[in-house]
């Protein structure tokens, strides 16, 4: 936390009227509404068919780095707002095989979120599932998701990302593909070295993250997180017991995290341990174990962070820039 200035004189967020009426806020959200209609396009192309997601549920993602869950009373129950639809995700994969959302999702970040540029309250994701698919797919998708979004705002709002300060050069390398992969294990090695004292059992930092996003000229990917630093979920490697088969695809230029996957659990007792080990009651988790008896099909899908991917598109320093309503961690706005 900084030790000076109260939450929203640090924030610097100007009132929602004259945001939403600001050049920049404007041209942001054209060059999001290109981004959108490109990964529709993209999606549906490759036979994806799009959902709405669920806003509540008496479940939702269990969340990590901090983030609080958000309960509403609905008819007497204490439901969830959304912070992910995996599971829901999951629980569609028997009519819909290949299915995507842009799925609103809140958080209650810890306060100090606020400050890194990377964390809203409120927030966006292109969700994608993959039935019978591979991590390997599942990564290969959300390259070539990337590639297709950043190319189709390049070729199509040029004069937009120039009127924000976005060279195109910056995405020279991205539109090859081909992006580089590196273990959780490797880069937690590098950055140790370079005197960023990395845990080895959690998730990479945010400021891992973007160290690590300095040293590449196109995104790339991380692998194989230690069992215990994410979701019960995510599938374990039945060959490499501790190792999970999910991944991370990293923006180069210090914007980190833009997405996040992995292969899923499916089994009914391997879901039931999991969530055991992750220290929640399986009780909690009724309608979705439910599904996971009849027969959940094997999966790997990812979210991309819409919002992430319009501060890489159009470099700017912060999410509520990117954002016409923002709502940062602990800041009260309208």
């Known amino acids: 936390m900084h030790d000076h ?6 924030a610097q967020i100007p009132p929602l009227g004259a945001h939403l009426t600001a050049k920049r806020t404007r041209d942001i959200m054209l060059v999001q509404q290109e981004a959108l209609a490109a990964a529709r396009d993209h999606l549906r192309g490759q036979g994806f068919v799009e959902l709405l997601p669920p806003l509540t549920g008496p479940v939702t993602d269990p969340g990590g780095r901090g983030a609080k869950q958000l309960d509403v009373d609905f008819y007497g129950h204490r439901y969830k707002l959304m912070t992910s639809a995996i599971l829901y995700k999951q629980a569609s994969l028997r ?10 999702n809140v958080r209650a970040e810890p306060l100090e979120t606020a400050f890194t540029g990377r964390h809203l309250f409120e927030f966006h994701q292109i969700d994608v599932e993959i039935a019978g698919a591979s991590r390997e797919e599942a990564m290969r998708t959300a390259g070539g998701l990337l590639a297709h979004v950043v190319r189709h705002v390049i070729d199509t709002v040029p ?3 120039r009127g924000l300060g976005r060279d195109a050069v910056f995405f020279k390398e991205l539109l090859q593909e081909d992006f580089e992969t590196r273990t959780h294990a490797e880069a ?3 950055l140790r070295e370079v005197g960023h004292d990395q845990d080895a059992g959690t998730e990479i930092d945010w400021e891992g993250e973007t160290l690590l996003s300095h040293k590449f000229d196109k995104p790339f990917f991380i692998t194989d997180y230690p069992k215990g630093s994410r979701g019960f979920y995510d599938m374990e490697d039945p060959e490499r017991p501790g190792v999970l088969r999910n991944f991370d695809l990293l923006g180069h ?3 980190g995290e833009l997405v996040s996957g992995s292969e899923r659990r499916c089994d009914y007792a391997s879901i039931v341990t999991a969530i055991r080990e992750s220290g929640e009651n399986p009780a ?7 599904e996971a008896r009849q027969g959940l099909p094997a999966s790997a899908g990812f979210g991309m962070g819409l919002q992430r991917l319009l501060r890489y598109l159009t470099g700017m320093e912060s999410l509520w820039q ?4 923002p709502k940062l961690p602990g800041v009260v706005s309208a």
């Open 284 to 290: 909690k988790y009724g309608w979705y174990l439910k």
């Open 188 to 190: 937690v090695e590098a």
């Open 95 to 104: 009519g819909f095989p290949k299915l995507f959302y842009i799925a609103p």
């Open 322 to 325: 990117v954002t016409a309503y």
């Open 159 to 161: 004069e937009l990302l």
């Open 5 to 10: 200035g109260t939450l929203e004189e640090i």
């Open 253 to 255: 230029g210090g914007y």
